[in-house]
């Protein structure tokens, strides 16, 4: 235990030496995840798409120690490992959901756990949702019948600022910390438009307006750039004695993103707006990795594309307030069109995260409508590759390919289809849900003695 | 000036009676959710709005407009589930909204003769995004709002043809919450609902004179309303909690009430008590997670269970804007162990015998309206889509504001700039 602190020491030490991080010592609240053991496995015979792009049939893949070793076709196995017909099944990558709020606005939706929105000030950059999620949500498990391995629980969207998204595994733990995704970076929840002017304005507080909203996020940039200054400066001093500054949660996070440590992902539905906040992060140098629901991203997908800027979208979702009303179900398709394209299908929601394939499934589906040519080997990225990407942990898990996290999925069927369900669903080579095998159902400690909701 | 419009009103009428077009729709797989199998390679004519013949090699009339099936699905038109549409156009622009009341100064009141038909405005656009996706016809619902009551209101099956004659005769419900979302308005406990609600049609069946007292919940004019739904019409109960559908069924059978259960996440668990009763219940499938405390045995194959214990089901739960979402709602009920056929009746014949339109809706049989969608594929399925829809035996225009939007931006780096491309 004591050569595991010092160990932990000496990464913080050499991180901070290495200029990576500038206050934030990188093993608060640090991850304690390990995956279940599992004998090595290899699934035969299925149709796999790999979240590359490719589509494999009656082909293999084999995983031990929980990373994929090899995918191909009559692959061969020494005998300690465990043999699964497939036939007949799909197999994907393990789906990515990069916008969720399970955890911290669980279900049932009482008043004591909506902990997902820090309303009580437009800039509240220094909170952590993972500070918030309660693990016993029973939407985890609802989410892993539904295939989804992995996800970034957000703070929600009232504020300018919302605070830091954390990247989860989604298996079933007692503490966050055992489920929070080991070496993933943080997300900083931003938000424009609608929400926060009107949850400020209406109190007569700054924002009132899209003027205020962007007055409010450069007087914070302007603050965390002279943060960032002073610590720098700190690092940098060869004085033996130097002080190090007053640390501060907001800016630590703000000087994060500076640095690049923290990833953007911003809550924005104009194109007018998604362009307006380019050129704000060209004025104080940092990326937009994703923006998020991007109602009109189609409008200006190669801007997005040019600037290397993912968009989450839902598959139809429209029209509950203004900056929604120009909603078209082509704008995952039109997104993903350009060369650099970076579209992704995300949920927001505890239903939607349970059928991201589904959601997926009509993307496709209605861009095939205008004649594009999206197949199924092409649409999974948008919710394996292309949120793994954005959520910084693509080297990690998101695709099929050797060596990756055996973060896995076997289908009834084709997955675009409303009639596949999710058969068996692995994480890290473990095998956490099962869709016939109550053995292999976990249930949250909420769940436990409540009415039977399946099987009997 | 009224001379004017009672004359163009009048050329409108008749515009869509005699104008009707007729058109034959050849060699489809019909789905006529009157019966399991689909009639294969079958035509079906349509005429003065009306399904007038379905049969195979079909003599086309000369004025008839042909439409080659090529084997695909046609259906009815399909049921949106209980909405807005035509009631709210931006769910957050409070005045353009329209489906609940709030009147503050009257905290505790009922308004049954509130009635939302009244501000059903056919030419939203919401509608015709809806409608291309092959929704021909809506429950429209009276919501809870803040300072609204147990009662919430009247709504009315209208068809979505554009007509601002929409009203669906015979489907005229009246709207009611009971359960937790609803405790606001009963002192926060809800057992006080079914003494509130056991009040309301205590004073509707009474003379005015005889209630002289002080702390009414209807008006004279909710009396009468009321009064008229205690002897005809539908009663569309908003509950969840098992415990809630049994207290409902009591106050259905103590006052003979025609009930419907909408929600109903724990009906599987009292589903031979709504079997007996003959109440039907309008669902949400994907209702499966335990949203609130009355919701904690919601369970995916909800509608399967209920209508293998003979409960009559409709689907319900995509809301306005995405009611489109019903035929994914349907998908997913047969992925969780409904058949097909009881799906498709799920958004097609089923709620229009719940609202009492089977008659002239719901099912594609002669003399039916004219009511039909012909599909890309499998209508449950997520990749189909619409690819004709007609009402009352027109058909629909498929463009939309959503439409026009895409041809405007798919266009890759176009001539002219991309507002005069419309």
Same mark, same amino acid.
């Given at each position: 235990m004591r050569c595991l602190s010092m160990f932990i020491l000496l990464i913080a030490i050499a991180a901070a030496s290495l200029g990576v991080t500038q206050a934030q010592p990188q093993e608060a609240f640090a991850s304690t995840y390990t995956a279940l053991d599992s004998p090595p496995i290899v699934l035969r015979n299925a149709t796999i798409l790999t979240g590359t792009g490719v589509r494999m049939d009656n082909a293999d893949i084999a995983f031990r120690n929980g990373r994929i070793t090899e995918i191909g076709v009559d692959l061969e196995m020494s005998d300690d490992v465990q043999e699964i017909d497939a036939e007949g099944g799909w197999i994907t990558p393990g789906i990515i959901d990069i916008h969720s709020h399970l955890g911290v606005y669980p279900s049932p939706g009482t008043v004591s756990h909506? =902990?997902?929105?820090?309303?009580?000030?437009?800039?509240?950059?220094?909170? +952590?949702?993972e500070h918030a999620v +309660?693990?016993? =949500?029973?939407g985890f498990e609802a989410a892993r019948a539904g295939g989804v391995t992995s996800m970034l629980v957000l703070p929600g969207s009232a504020n300018l600022f919302g605070g830091r998204g954390v990247a989860l595994k989604n298996v079933p733990a007692t503490t966050y910390q055992s489920m929070k995704f080991p070496d993933a970076p943080h997300g900083l929840k931003m938000a424009c438009g609608e929400n926060p002017k009107r949850v400020y304005g209406s109190k007569s507080i700054a924002p009132m307006t899209r003027m205020g909203n962007l007055a409010g996020y450069r007087a914070q940039w302007i603050k965390a750039q002279a943060y960032k200054d002073k610590w720098d400066q700190y690092h940098a001093?060869?004085?033996? =004695?130097a002080e190090p500054p007053q640390r501060d949660l907001a800016m630590d996070t703000l000087a994060g993103v500076l640095n690049g440590d923290i990833l953007i992902h911003m809550h924005c539905y104009r194109a007018d707006e998604m362009a307006t906040i380019l050129d704000l992060a060209k004025e104080f140098n940092y990326q937009v990795t994703a923006f998020h629901h991007?109602?009109?991203a189609y409008k200006i997908a190669d801007l997005l594309a040019e600037n290397g800027v993912c968009a989450a979208m839902w598959a139809d979702w429209w029209g509950f307030k203004m900056e929604a009303y120009d909603g078209i179900q082509e704008n995952i398709a039109l997104v993903d069109r350009p060369d650099n394209g970076c579209a992704i299908v995300h949920s927001d929601s505890a239903e939607g995260i349970q059928r991201l394939n589904q959601e997926a499934a009509k993307a496709m589906a209605r861009g095939n409508r205008t004649g594009m040519d999206i197949t199924p080997a092409d649409a999974i990225g948008w919710i394996t590759a292309h949120p793994a990407k954005a959520m910084g942990i693509a080297a990690q898990t998101g695709s099929l390919e050797t060596g990756k996290m055996a973060d896995v999925v076997l289908w009834s069927g084709n997955p675009f289809s409303v009639y596949a369900l999710a058969e068996q669903v692995f994480v890290d080579g473990a095998l956490v849900y099962h869709h016939t095998d109550l053995e292999h159902q976990a249930r949250s400690d909420f769940m436990l003695g409540q009415q039977p909701t399946a099987g009997e | 000036m009224r001379y004017i419009i009672l004359i163009s009103l009048l050329l409108t009428l008749a515009i869509e009676q005699s104008f009707a077009q007729t058109t034959l729709i050849r060699g489809a797989q019909v789905h006529t959710a009157m019966q399991p199998e689909p009639l294969v390679d079958t035509d079906v004519l349509l005429r003065n709005g009306r399904i007038a013949e379905i049969g195979q090699n079909l003599q086309a009339p000369d004025d008839a407009q042909i439409i080659l099936a090529a084997g695909r699905a046609l259906t009815p038109g399909l049921f949106a589930g209980i909405t807005g549409l035509g009631l709210e156009e931006v769910s957050l622009e409070e005045n353009t909204v329209d489906y609940g009341l709030s009147l503050e100064h009257e905290t505790g009141m009922m308004r049954p003769e509130f009635d939302v038909t009244l501000a059903y405005n056919p030419l939203s656009t919401v509608i015709d995004i809806n409608r291309a996706e092959g929704l021909t016809w809506t429950l429209l619902g009276a919501n809870v709002s803040q300072n609204g009551g147990l009662i919430a209101g009247q709504g009315a099956a209208v068809s979505l043809g554009g007509s601002f004659n929409a009203i669906m005769e015979g489907s005229r419900s009246l709207f009611v919450n009971v359960g937790a979302d609803a405790s606001g308005f009963s002192g926060s406990s809800r057992a006080a609902q079914y003494m509130l609600i056991e009040q309301a049609i205590r004073e509707a069946k009474?003379?005015?004179?005889s209630l002289q007292y002080e702390h009414r919940v209807l008006t004279l004019t909710g009396r009468d309303i009321l009064s008229r739904y205690l002897n005809d019409g539908r009663w569309i109960i908003d509950v969840d909690r098992a415990a809630d559908i049994l207290q409902v069924i009591r106050l259905a059978n103590k006052h003979d009430l025609q009930v419907i259960i909408q929600g109903g996440s724990e009906a599987w668990r009292v589903a031979a008590q709504l079997a007996e009763t003959g109440i039907p219940v309008l669902l949400n499938t994907l209702d499966n997670l335990p949203g609130s405390f009355d919701q904690l045995g919601a369970r995916l194959d909800n509608a399967a269970i209920l209508a293998a214990a003979g409960v009559r089901i409709a689907f319900t739960g995509g809301g306005t804007h995405n009611a489109r979402k019903i035929r994914q709602i349907a998908g997913n009920a047969v992925a969780h162990g409904l058949d097909w056929y009881t799906a498709l009746r799920g958004i097609t014949r089923n709620p229009a015998i719940i609202l009492g339109l089977a008659e002239n809706t719901g099912a594609i049989r002669a003399g039916m309206r004219g009511d039909l969608v012909l599909w890309s594929g499998d209508p449950l399925e997520v990749t189909s889509f619409a690819e004709a829809v007609w009402i009352a035996g027109q058909p629909v225009d498929m463009q939309t504001r959503q439409q026009q939007l895409l041809e405007r931006y798919l266009p890759e780096n176009p001539d002219t700039p991309r507002h005069y491309i419309k």
């Open positions: 909506a =902990d997902g929105n820090e309303i009580t000030s437009p800039a509240t950059p220094g909170v +952590w949702a +309660w693990p016993q =949500d029973p001093s060869e004085e033996e =004695d991007a109602v009109e | 009474s003379t005015p004179r």
